[in-house]
């Protein structure tokens, strides 16, 4: 790594978190240095050079901020995230979920960071920490292999790891209307731009067979801790109890076959790609089979024969530090100098909570390099009640968790209220404490 002067903040890693902590840090008046190693090295996941490529779904999740990932989307936006910033300017027409174009998100973000007059980007592999100054470790779940080594001497926690799969994106030449129905599971009545394949009982045994019968990339002795049910591959799940599938991504939920006037027994939804409209995404149904045998088993289903698959589905061993080992408040290793990490390296569970976590670190990185103490997000909200959950949770039970509602404290009077108005009262309050937040931010810095 080539040297570079002790108030420049380094960022480790061109994702979802290092590119919010690089946007960040420049905001905050310090010089970034930026590294990302592709293309030259790449990842399993990856498939452009671009900076935040998203290698899962195209989703954001959902939209209401009345759950738990919307809170967090919006106080996020409350806080100027660039990565939530790009994400609206290129949603989907509006469905459940803050559904993006992920090209053109990459793009647009790849664009805003090349141009930033504060930000440098180096496309170099890191196998080495700096020795001193302010650095941001955002490599993420596929972390190379010499970085991984340097950064366990450094903080001496011993990696975890889990089975982590995307579903496959195809392109549809015809879609033919009676095959691929219109309309959200979740929500009939509303024209989300999504299409069905809908399962009668038969359908669904025959899908279930054909997942079964398939060969995966998937180790048949995979340590069972590293096979986490949320992130489970639709042929591990349907190896276990194909009911699993039925209830979770394939549920029909109140969605009702035009033709039949019955509800079917499953359905593969299909969530726009793109905003041309050809590419699709298999929602929920990630997995690790080969190519081939996606292009075979999911070719066989109604309305997709003629399918291309353009971004196969893959399973991926992902890495993680025991976050709440090591982790202070600020997104700062303790006992490690300016050493901060974020991201899915931390064992987050998604994209939003690796751009909060990108933010943090980001922020926090560029204080230590001027000496001033650290910014720590009020626990009153969803972003503090991750940082919460990274900092203070049990060891040696933790795991990657997406943020949900219980981690949020309420208040003593608030016990008898209906879970709506309790919620109701928690966006508030968390609106009321960022605004605080950021309004002494802002004294602090004069601006
Ligand atoms: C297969 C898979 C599916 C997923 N599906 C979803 C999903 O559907 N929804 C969701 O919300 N989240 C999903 N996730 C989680 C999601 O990837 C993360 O939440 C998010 O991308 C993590 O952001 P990050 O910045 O930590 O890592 P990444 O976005 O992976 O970024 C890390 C970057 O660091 C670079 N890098 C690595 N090592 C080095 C090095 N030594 N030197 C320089 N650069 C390096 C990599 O090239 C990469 O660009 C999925 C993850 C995986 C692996």
Request: negative net charge.
């Amino acid at each position: 790594m080539n040297s570079h002067s002790e108030s420049t903040v380094v960022v480790i890693g061109g994702g979802i978190a290092g590119s919010e902590a690089a946007w960040q840090a420049a905001c905050c008046g310090a010089d970034v240095i930026l590294y990302e190693m592709r293309p030259a090295t790449t990842t399993v996941a990856h498939t452009t050079d671009l900076l935040a490529e998203m290698v899962g779904d195209n989703s954001f999740g959902v939209w209401l901020s009345t759950k738990a990932q919307g809170l967090l989307k919006r106080e996020l936006r409350q806080l100027h995230s660039l990565v939530l910033d790009s994400a609206d300017q290129c949603a989907l027409p509006e469905s459940y979920e803050l559904l993006v174009d992920r090209q053109q998100m990459a793009d647009a973000l790849t664009e805003a960071l090349t141009e930033h007059p504060r930000i440098e980007i180096r496309r170099e592999q890191v196998t080495e920490l700096p020795r001193s100054g302010a650095v941001v470790v955002a490599s993420g779940p596929l972390t190379s292999q010499p970085l991984a080594r340097v950064l366990y001497r450094a903080i001496g926690q011993p990696y975890r790891f889990f089975y982590q799969s995307s579903a496959p994106v195809v392109r549809l030449h015809n879609i033919d209307d009676r095959a691929l129905v219109p309309g959200s599971p979740y929500d009939p009545q509303r024209d989300s731009g999504e299409r069905n394949c809908l399962l009668d009982n038969a359908g669904f045994e025959a899908f279930c067979a054909a997942l079964v019968e398939a060969e995966t990339t998937v180790p048949e002795q995979a340590n069972p801790e590293e096979l986490l049910d949320y992130y489970l591959p639709a042929e591990i799940m349907v190896r276990r109890d194909h009911h699993l599938l039925q209830r979770g991504p394939m549920s029909a939920g109140q969605l009702v076959d035009p033709a039949s006037g019955h509800r079917p027994t499953a359905l593969v939804r299909l969530v726009p790609e793109d905003t041309k409209g050809d590419l699709w995404r298999l929602a929920g149904i990630g997995t690790g089979l080969p190519p081939d045998e996606q292009q075979r088993v999911f070719g066989q289903l109604p309305g997709l024969e003629g399918l291309e698959i353009v971004r196969p589905g893959r399973a991926v061993r992902s890495v993680f530090v025991p976050a709440p080992a090591t982790l202070t408040r600020s997104g700062r290793v303790a006992d490690c100098g300016g050493l901060f990490l974020a991201g899915q390296l931390l064992g987050t569970a998604n994209y939003t909570e690796a751009a909060a976590t990108g933010w943090l670190a980001g922020v926090n990185a560029a204080r230590w390099a001027c000496r001033r103490e650290p910014a720590l997000i009020p626990g009153e909200t969803m972003f503090g009640s991750l940082i919460r959950r990274l900092t203070e949770s049990d060891v040696s039970s933790y795991c990657p968790e997406p943020v949900n509602f219980g981690m949020l404290p309420t208040e003593r009077g608030d016990a008898g209220l209906s879970k709506e108005k309790r919620r109701q009262l928690q966006v508030q309050k968390s609106e009321a404490v960022l605004a605080e937040f950021l309004a002494e931010q802002m004294s602090e810095t004069g601006d």
